[in-house]
């Protein structure tokens, strides 16, 4: 009972409704819940009677007919005089906060003693009407903290997810939308500095506005932003909040002129960066200096630059690996290329003067003579076999060659490459001892290719290897992967060696290796050609005792699912 009146109702605003928040008194329990629009309420609340700063009374004769839809009407029984309760009475208290703008409604209905209030109850009403005032607003108060809370909490949580995509603008496509929600804004900009000494902006608004030209401030927003950055300090700054650390009153009224012509109010100003660097600044913006920006606001948006900072560091850094990974790739091709117009240009003159050295050695020449021819036709056929390498390997290296595979028997490329090696290791007394299945293996690939991989270690194994000594080759399949093994037991590598064993012309720092022919591409062009073929290759050695290489290649079933998935 409130008051004198059995049943009274609280409620609070949500958008453009007025929700039954509370009840009190029997028979109005149902009425939780429901909603009365507010432009109804300020309809009918024209037309009552002020009694007092908050109540407002409305008799049974002006009761509005849409209000009366929304509401509850009380079974009772009149009493017999002039100031008798009618059911269709209305006593209410429109609760406004400083502002003027309506968040709640006080009603009461059904009078004890049947009677419409007099003086003295309505002041008793009225200082209740004013403490439900001040708890339905700091109960809003609370709810609406408690939002902006969550919210910020969760744009954490989004900027954080955020900071491993690949670019910044990914980064704020993926939180902005939250960002500006979650601190009541009408739009945003960020602006991160880049490593070459440049500013990159993103702006984002809820409206229609258009995109700052930050260009018009000049380098005064970046100063800010390494200062604050420096002293973890955000600034709210409006035409009420002018006076920062290091703006002069100068620049502030630069601030403000640009602020008034994009029609914004308000900003708080976020330094971002990572460790001890700034690396921009972030602006939130609003079209009103209300409502203010509250502490938990400045604390949460500088948790926000800080997560931000790492979204930018992380984004320049990819942004570096990119181009290093372009340039190097621009690099590679060019360098590619250079072997290839060069091996070309040499090898045709060269064939020619094997030619002519071939014709000599057939005349009639003093011993010496024919040595000479001989030993240039040798270094002929030796520069014949270097050129063929640097075109096989620019070849293998072009990323941007078609690779358009056919099925090949591998085993047959096996036991051809150990026939062929079998003459040139017999010279040297080395065995060959091939370990190869009895049925086919197939893998996807160009048989010339494979079988320079199959030969060139062959090769490699043979002459490395000393006299007397054996190769072993192995050909095994394990699920979907087809294995080449060859082992030798010749000269090893050193762990110095080892690294570079996959670069171009690279020859080994053991003195006796060095003194075997060799042009340093015969395990390079293994690698490229395996890797173009989607496979790996491992080699495992050691100083003295031998050298094993494994080749690892998809088989063709294999490579026929992953093609077609």
């Avoid at 109540?55 to 002006?62: M, Q």
């Avoid at 006593?91 to 004890?112: E, K, Q, T, W």
């Avoid at 076999?385 to 047959?412: H, N, Q, Y």
């Avoid at 194994?461 to 060859?486: H, M, Q, R, W, Y």
Wanted: aromatic share 4%; glycine share 8%; net charge negative.
């Amino acid at each position: 009972m409130l008051c004198g009146f059995r049943h009274a109702l609280i409620s609070v605003r949500r958008s453009d409704m007025l929700e039954v928040v509370a009840t009190g008194g029997e028979g109005v329990g149902e009425m939780l819940g429901s909603a009365l629009p507010v432009k109804v309420l300020e309809r009918e609340m024209d037309g009552a009677d002020r009694w007092g700063t908050l109540l407002r009374f409305v008799p049974h004769e002006r009761a509005d007919a849409e209000a009366l839809t929304y509401s509850y009407i009380p079974d009772l029984e009149r009493v017999d005089h002039e100031d008798s309760w009618h059911p269709l009475d209305l006593l209410a208290a429109p609760l406004y906060d400083d502002d003027g703008i309506l968040r709640g409604l006080l009603s009461v209905d059904v009078p004890v003693d049947g009677l419409r209030p007099g003086q003295v109850q309505r002041e008793v009403l009225q200082q209740y009407a004013g403490v439900a005032r001040s708890s339905v607003l700091a109960a809003l108060e609370r709810e609406e903290l408690g939002e902006r809370v969550r919210l910020v909490t969760e744009v954490r949580e989004l900027v954080r997810r955020a900071v491993g995509e690949t670019s910044l603008e990914s980064v704020l496509e993926a939180c902005r939308s939250a960002v500006v929600k979650a601190f009541h804004a009408s739009g945003m900009w960020l602006s991160a500095f880049d490593s070459d000494g440049g500013t990159s902006t993103t702006w984002y608004s809820e409206g229609a506005h258009d995109r700052p030209r930050l260009e018009e401030l000049g380098a005064l927003p970046s100063d800010l932003a390494r200062h604050y950055w420096e002293d973890q300090y955000v600034a709210h700054f409006s035409r009420t909040h002018r006076s920062h650390p290091i703006l002069s009153d100068d620049h502030a009224s630069i601030l403000l002129d640009f602020m008034e012509r994009i029609d914004i109010s308000s900003v708080l100003f976020v330094p971002i960066g990572a460790g001890a660097e700034c690396l921009g600044f972030l602006v939130l913006a609003r079209e009103s200096e209300e409502p203010a920006w509250t502490e938990v606001e400045h604390d949460a948006a500088l948790e926000i630059g800080r997560d931000l900072g790492r979204a930018v560091a992380n984004a320049r850094q990819l942004d570096g690996e990119r181009a290093l990974v372009n340039r190097l790739r621009e690099l590679d091709g060019y360098r590619t290329k250079m072997m290839n117009t060069v091996a070309h240009e040499v090898r045709s003159p060269l064939t020619s003067v094997v030619a002519n050295l071939e014709l000599v050695a057939e005349e009639k020449l003093s011993a010496q003579g024919r040595r000479s021819v001989e030993a240039a036709i040798r270094g002929a056929v030796r520069i014949e076999g270097i050129l063929s390498d640097l075109l096989t390997v620019a070849k293998v290296s072009d990323s941007g060659a078609a690779f358009d595979p056919v099925e090949v028997d591998f085993l047959r490329v096996c036991r051809d490459a150990v026939d062929e090696a079998s003459s040139v290791a017999a010279a040297r007394s080395i065995t060959i001892s091939p370990e190869l299945p009895e049925e086919s293996v197939h893998v996807d690939g160009y048989l010339d290719e494979l079988h320079r991989v199959v030969a060139n270690l062959l090769s490699n194994a043979i002459k490395f290897s000393d006299e007397g000594s054996s190769v072993v080759i192995t050909l095994a399949v394990c699920g979907d992967d087809v294995t080449l093994t060859v082992v030798d037991h010749g000269l090893g590598i050193s762990s110095e060696d080892e690294p570079h064993l996959f670069r171009e012309f690279h020859r080994s720092t053991n003195p006796e290796a060095l003194r075997r022919p060799g042009t340093g591409l015969g395990l390079v062009i293994v690698e490229r050609i395996v890797r173009r073929h989607g496979g790996t290759i491992d080699v495992r050695s050691e100083l003295g005792q031998g050298t094993k290489v494994i080749v690892s290649l998809p088989t063709a079933a294999r490579a026929s699912r992953r093609g077609g998935s």
